[in-house]
């Protein structure tokens, strides 16, 4: 199967697990928010933080090596395999020792025992590093799609049982340990990949040039993703942080939906175009295009539905959700777009040079916080959007600088959707069209619909151009068969 070929399959596979997984997971996310309070999602958040952050001590970086890596041996996998299983477990104690400091640091005793059971995530998850490495360096995302499927279909439904019974916050709890489980139970019943009693450090020695810098940027990065939910648990209450990861939580959704699938799968595609200049362009900007048609047009949809969606399916204790959704959906462009320059990086095998970059990009994070402390919960929002903006420029900057990669172009692909996004927002805002809200939401959409697709013909838009040249033969197909 050809390259081309190989990652149109995956992508498909990847979209369709995708909107499968999250598809289930919202709707799980209903029930478990109508059964249970935004106060014990805030316990579930709090007691997660320094958990995903350790998580990269479970990898050390090997996982994106062994992607990137021309070549694997046997041995290789192997010796990976058994540092990340020691790993696990050491952590696992770990975390479970410092269960009662971390709740002290939070003033919040309650977060002690769900610490305790949820460090076992350390050792579930050890063990499907690997297999997760290789079915991706494959581009074998049918595997991964279907087993992220049926975990969490089968964790979600035991979750709201649970949450139904009245387990409350550890309905959750079981949730997240089960859907690892059964995660990797499936990925190591469907890899033909299974690790033997061997080692060498001369293997591991070999991947430790690239998975150096990854450990040291995957470590950093983790803090750096997860301070947004230390500020608000530490500064705010349990009910805020609830509040607040559950527009986080759909706000992440409009990135996943629109674009995920394509920065996951292109970093072992772009890795295989690390020596071919051109090919490496051609390919990097057509996704960067595609990303942001698909986000722009997604997200100003989700800010005129957001309260609707929040409100009629979560319920109105929820309420507090609205306008902090309505304010990160502006930056959801912005994560998709950073993670395919990430990829670049990386698919260049820039590793040392993306930490580096890392550095100043965690830096620049820590001002929403200064923001937010003295400020304010929705200060701090608002000083997330214009970060996420200033740091996307930047990044370009950057690529331009190490990896020669044009800055108008650039600007050029986010330009194209901004010129109609931002108008639109600005007007439903401070413009209502009809008293009803529904009907006002249902006029602003179609008009926004209209003028984006008009604008991106105008142009000329790639991203909305390579869409249209494979959706129109996929119908074709079909219709032949029907």
Known sequence: MSLKKAALRGFIWDLVGMFSRHG??????????????????????????????????ADFGFGSALIQNKKNTSQAYSSVFFINIIAGVLLSGLFYGLAPF????????????????????????????????????????????????????????????????????????????????????????????????????????????????MFMDQILSRISNQLDVFFVGKVFSPATLGYYTRAQSLN????????????????????KFQDDEEGFKRVYFRVISIICFFTFLVSGLMVFWGETIIVVLFGEKWQPSVIIFQVLILMAFARPINAMMVNAFLGKGKAKENFYVGLFR???????????????????????VACSYFLTFCNMLFMKRILKIELSKHL?????????????????????????????????????VTAYLLWSIVLQNEGMLYVKSHIKPAFTKIKRKL
Do not use: H
């Open 362 to 384: 965690k830096f620049i994070r820590l001002f929403p916080l200064l923001v937010g402390f003295y400020y304010g919960l929705m200060p701090f929002i608002y000083a997330l």
């Open 24 to 57: 289930i997971k919202f709707v799980v996310s209903i029930f478990l928010a109508r059964l249970l309070e935004p106060e014990e999602f805030g316990l579930v958040g709090m007691a997660l933080v320094f958990i995903v952050i350790s998580q990269a001590f």
């Open 102 to 213: 971390v709740a002290d640091f939070f003033n919040n005793k309650d977060l002690t025992p769900l610490i305790e059971w949820l460090s076992l995530n350390f050792v579930f998850s050890s063990f499907i590093i690997v297999q997760k490495s290789i079915l991706t360096r494959e581009i074998n995302f049918k595997a991964i799609s279907l087993a992220d499927v049926i975990s969490q279909t089968a964790s979600g439904i035991i979750a709201v049982i649970l949450a139904f019974s009245g387990w409350g916050v550890y309905a959750l709890v079981v949730q997240n340990l089960l859907g690892v489980l059964l995660n990797g139970i499936l990925l190591w019943v469907w890899t033909d990949w299974y690790p033997k009693m061997e080692f060498s450090w001369g293997e591991v020695k070999k991947l430790t040039g690239f998975s150096a810098f």
């Open 412 to 448: 050029r692909k986010v330009f194209e959707g901004v010129i109609v996004f931002f108008p639109f927002i600005f007007l439903f805002f401070n413009v209502t069209l009809f008293e009803n809200k529904i009907l006002n939401n249902i006029t602003y959409s179609v008009i926004f």
């Open 252 to 271: 992440n959704m409009v990135s996943q939906y629109s674009s995920t699938s394509f920065t996951k799968i292109f970093f072992p595609v772009l890795s």
